[in-house]
């Protein structure tokens, strides 16, 4: 290529890529996109010489020996010392432990490379790159440009591809992830969950229009008279839109719900808008009947469609309402793994197989640990009618102190709130768990609860509290309770401390007039293990637990609104390492990693099926 070209394509796509924006895209599933899952190419780097030279200095962008530059070699005496090829591949999505022995428990550095090309590169359209997830941190390349990092192992992220940085053929695309773990990230180093790398949610080329609609929410007007809604079938019905950037005036945008017969058109200003109308003879959602919507918002003709539930959640005292009426959550608590290959769960397939599993129970909610699951998960909530909470890994001992610390959990609570917020089956978003009490710590939850609730005001904000044992009585007092909507704790009456049996005398005292939620509880046993109750790891002592918790929860207080026990199935653990009831697994499962159920599986089977039939229901 003439000099002159070059120099002038390198400035105009450096000045492009400042440009080039971040915000996140929603819906993907709604956009033009193509798929890139499939085979990777990798380099394991655990020195990171593809990204440092010999004297650690960071490889200046156009380095031929940087692993995010194609090895080239055009004579024989040519000395390159990295490549891709199809001899070391991974499949995206998924993590890379359970997909090769050697990176069972690799922790570092690996880089992802795949080449794509496009059918017609269409001068009038932007292009951004998509990445469900990535654990932990990404440096996105293309074409031998960076386009963006991001950090955080749970939610996803977008970088727009400068225009003139795309080609038709052989696109050289290259990612470098590393999972390591750090006292300053979230989760910090300490972790009771396998530290799974990769990329390992789905990544989509999406194709836009000059301007188009960023991001919206749409959902029940908060604070609306729902019985005399409900009465009339006419509920208020409001959110807000933001386009990729500021329009002319005459810009609008549509908003249909055709089983409705809703149609309404409002002009934008700038780039955003916050809308109301009226829908009539619109069905709550409910777990009892998740009625979806679809709703297509219009803008330049361009059509965006999701499919909306619409409900209201609240608390009212001691009480948590769903659609105005008390609801009772019969939970239970998922780690995003199938245990039967050791993964990450990502598909829509692995939702079916835990969905499954949370049905047979009789459960009516679930809690994501510890961190947003993939948005199969929640979608596949909405359809089954299954409620969520949500959750981002600020997860023990963070460090609290660290104002850059507080600033990465609030990206993840954006990540995960913008994903997620207009599903109907999310009707709690946790901003952590167990993290021990101290004046630093609650300062740092309330600036994340705050945080939540301007980014949502129509949901539940909560967190895993801690709760004190005084000989027997347990004190529901953290601090951190003024501030949520409920009141929820772990509690593991009879393993950690005591036995099942003390649950029989145990005393529950809740500081707050708000709802009480146990968001664990629960007892480890090695399926298959059989001997007398008392006999830890044994089936019988998991059932034993459970059948004494679940007579203690006919005792609590009547603040008492639910339970989502630890856990659905057994999972990954590098903390857990008794030679012949864990080997790295936590038991806690009601499933083992076969899929086959423990003895305490029946025991809240049952208990569910009871509060089923004494009406205690999820009518909402
Ligand atoms: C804690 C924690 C879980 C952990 C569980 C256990 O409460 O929240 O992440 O796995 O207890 O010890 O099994």
Redesign the pocket.
């Known amino acids: 290529m003439p000099k002159i070209t070059s120099i002038f394509l390198f400035f105009m796509t450096f000045s492009l890529s400042i440009s080039a924006q971040e915000d996140l895209l929603m819906n993907i599933d709604g956009r033009n996109t193509i798929s890139l899952n499939g085979t990777w190419s990798y380099i394991i780097d655990p020195y990171e010489t593809g990204f440092y030279d010999y004297r650690y200095k960071e490889r200046n962008e156009n380095d031929r020996e940087a692993y995010w530059n194609r090895p080239v070699t055009e004579k024989r005496s040519d000395r390159v010392e990295h490549g891709y090829g199809d001899k070391y591949t991974l499949q995206v999505p998924g993590d890379w432990n359970s997909q090769e022995e050697v990176f069972k428990y690799y922790e570092g550095t690996v880089w992802y490379q795949r080449e794509f090309s496009l059918d017609e590169l269409p001068e009038d359209k932007r292009f951004f790159l998509h990445f469900g997830a990535v654990n932990y941190e990404a440096h996105v390349y293309l074409n031998g440009k960076k386009l963006g990092s991001h950090k955080g192992g749970f939610t996803p992220f977008n970088f727009e591809i400068p225009r003139l940085l795309l080609k038709k053929e052989e696109n050289f695309l290259v990612v470098k992830v590393d999972n390591k773990r750090h006292p300053e990230e979230i989760p910090t180093v300490n972790t009771?969950?396998w530290n799974f790398g990769g990329i390992t949610r789905d990544v989509h080329l999406v194709t836009l229009p000059q301007n188009f609609i960023q991001q919206y929410a749409i959902h029940l007007t908060p604070g609306q008279d729902l019985e005399t809604a409900k009465k009339r079938k006419r509920f208020d019905i409001s959110g807000s839109i933001k386009l990729s950037g500021p329009v002319n005036d005459d810009s609008f945008v549509t908003i249909e719900i055709p089983e409705v017969r809703v149609k309404e058109r409002f002009e934008v200003t700038g780039d955003s808008l916050a809308f109301s109308f009226r829908g009539k003879g619109i069905k709550l959602w409910s777990p009892e009947d998740p009625k979806l919507y679809e709703v297509i918002f219009s803008h330049n003709g361009e059509p965006l469609k999701d499919r909306i539930g619409f409900r209201s959640i609240k608390t009212e005292g001691k009480d948590i309402l769903l659609n105005g009426e008390k609801i009772f959550l019969r939970g239970i608590s998922i780690h995003e793994e199938i245990p039967q290959q050791m993964r990450r769960a990502h598909s829509k397939e692995d939702a079916r197989q835990l969905f499954g599993y949370v049905k047979d129970l009789n459960a009516n909610m679930v809690r994501l640990?510890?961190y947003p699951h993939n948005e199969n998960m929640t979608k596949m909530a909405d359809s089954l009618g299954i409620l969520v909470w949500s959750e981002i890994p600020v997860y023990w001992t963070i460090d609290f102190e660290n104002p850059e610390v507080l600033k990465k959990a609030k990206k993840q609570l954006s990540e995960m709130i913008i994903r997620d917020r207009n599903r109907a089956s999310v009707i709690i978003w946790s901003v952590g768990?167990?993290t021990p009490v101290s004046p630093v710590r609650t300062e740092f939850m309330k600036a994340l609860i705050k945080e939540a609730r301007e980014l949502d005001d129509s949901r539940l904000i909560s967190a895993?509290l801690e709760v004190g044992n005084d000989n027997g009585v347990f004190r529901i007092d953290d601090p951190l309770g003024e501030f949520t909507d409920i009141v929820a704790v772990?509690e593991?009456l009879g393993w950690y401390g005591g036995l099942p049996g003390d649950a029989k005398t145990a005393k529950w005292e809740v500081t707050y007039n708000k709802p009480l939620f146990f968001s664990?509880t629960?007892a480890g046993a090695k399926a298959g293990y059989h001997a007398e109750k008392e006999t830890r790891w044994s089936e019988e002592y998991q059932e034993w637990y459970y059948r004494e918790q679940v007579e203690m929860m006919k005792r609590m207080p009547n603040n008492y609104s639910g339970l989502s026990p630890?856990i659905l199935t057994d999972f990954r653990?590098p903390r857990r390492n008794h030679p012949d009831f864990q080997e790295g697994w936590?038991r806690?499962g009601l499933i083992d990693n076969e899929g086959n159920r423990k003895k305490a599986f029946f025991v809240l089977k049952k208990y569910y099926e009871e509060l089923l039939s004494e009406g205690i229901r999820d009518n909402g």
């Open positions: 009771d969950w640990a510890h768990n167990e895993a772990n593991y664990e629960g630890w653990s936590n806690k």
